[in-house]
């Protein structure tokens, strides 16, 4: 379902998790069917926010790296430059 989106397949695979009787993922399909128009919507259009997160990934990163070495300007300045070389 996710590399091929085709979020219409899944009520029929929350309905196999029950019939399983795993408690994880069952607990988890409960979850999943609580927003499920949400949930089937993010599986089936191809939009999505990977290229957003993998940068706020990596601006933390940065920020973990100068963890009490620096102030804001200096963090931004780097931010900057890796931006660029990317």
Do not use: C, Y
């Amino acid at each position: 379902m996710l590399t091929t989106l085709q979020g219409q397949h899944l009520l029929d695979w929350i309905a196999a998790v029950r019939a399983d009787d795993l408690p994880g993922l069952t607990s988890f399909a409960n979850g999943l069917e609580s927003d499920l128009n949400a949930v089937t919507a993010g599986l089936s259009v191809r939009w999505n926010s990977g290229p957003v997160e993998g940068r706020v990934n990596h601006i933390k990163m940065i920020k973990r790296q100068m963890f009490g070495r620096a102030v804001l300007p200096l963090l931004r300045k780097r931010v900057l430059l890796t931006a660029a070389q990317q």
